[in-house]
């Protein structure tokens, strides 16, 4: 089967609550191309939005593998001023069969694109104690006049793990993502690699003790003023999972991750935070009440 690279399967329920230190003028808007659906990971490059959703029929509804699993592709837009997504078009690559491609995370150029996809062929999966086709990043390089092209698997993607989520740095020169190889803790945690000019890769690192818990860490990103938000179902949050910030560039050696106040978390599942480089707006994936039904966007400002 394979693995739904929204990392569903991984959440779970909170408790407890502790807050972070946001505008209280804050707004929240569910947008209008939500639907029943699932619509998620947003990211602003340039002047171009990239959302990640179902692949579907001629007739709209969801495409599924011979497993019964959805499949996910990355979709292409513009937002208006109110943040809406407008004139989305679904990116196309070579066939590879029946594989995702989804949560992704771009160069400040637009010319380089990492994604989550799965593997096809079979790798060992020891949280569901079976065989399973696992998720793997892939990068593509933006060619004008031929669109995305040039796909390559990250090197350090065993077919017996599972790599999700990638989030560059600001600078480019670090990928951040998820991972469940040897020394996880949890469902899953946070990892980092260098990046040299989108050709090699270093040595896959795992985030601090203190950024990752015995829970599960997904959907990191890495906003223009350096803090690492992410989402965990860690104990201390307001819903099923949350969105947290942690300051990568704070000396404090006792500095632990804060939980986002309201409205940016729910009592729902709150995650794929982004934050627009004026740093007070951005997109957020939810499914809490009064949604539609699967995975919605959002978008915030006064931030």
Not at 57 to 77: H, V, W
Not at 102 to 127: P, Q
Request: hydrophobic share 35%; proline share 3%; charged share 25%.
């Amino acid at each position: 089967m394979i693995l739904n690279p929204k990392f569903t399967t991984l959440l779970f329920l909170l408790t407890l609550t502790f807050g972070f230190s946001q505008s209280k003028d804050v707004e929240v808007k569910k947008l209008e191309i939500n639907n029943k659906l699932d619509h998620f990971a947003a990211r602003v490059v340039k002047d171009k939005i990239y959302f990640s959703s179902n692949l579907v029929t001629k007739r709209g509804r969801p495409i599924l593998d011979k497993y019964a699993q959805q499949l996910f592709g990355i979709y292409e837009g513009v937002a208006d001023e109110d943040g809406e997504i407008k004139d989305a078009k679904l990116i196309t690559r070579p066939e590879v069969g029946m594989s995702n491609m989804s949560v992704a995370t771009y160069s400040k150029d637009g010319k380089f694109m990492y994604f989550t996809s799965n593997h096809t062929i079979k790798g060992e999966n020891k949280l569901q104690d079976k065989n399973t086709f696992n998720l793997l990043i892939q990068r593509a390089e933006y060619v004008e006049g031929k669109g995305w092209t040039n796909f390559t698997t990250l090197p350090f993607c065993e077919p017996d793990f599972n790599f999700a989520h990638p989030a560059l740095s600001p600078d480019g020169l670090t990928l951040y993502f998820i991972a469940d190889i040897k020394g996880t803790k949890g469902k899953s945690d946070l990892y980092k690699v260098s990046v040299s000019n989108h050709e090699t890769y270093g040595e896959v690192t795992k985030l601090d003790e203190t950024i990752n818990s015995s829970r599960t860490e997904i959907f990191p990103f890495i906003s223009s003023d350096n803090k690492l938000y992410f989402s965990s179902n860690r104990r201390g949050g307001k819903g099923g999972i949350d969105i947290y910030s942690y300051d990568l560039e704070s000396s404090d050696a006792e500095q632990k991750p804060v939980s986002l106040d309201k409205p940016i978390n729910s009592i729902g599942d709150d995650f794929s935070f982004f934050l627009n480089d004026d740093l007070t707006t951005g997109y957020l994936s939810s499914r809490r009440l009064r949604g539609e039904g699967g995975d919605d966007l959002y978008y915030f400002s006064k931030f």
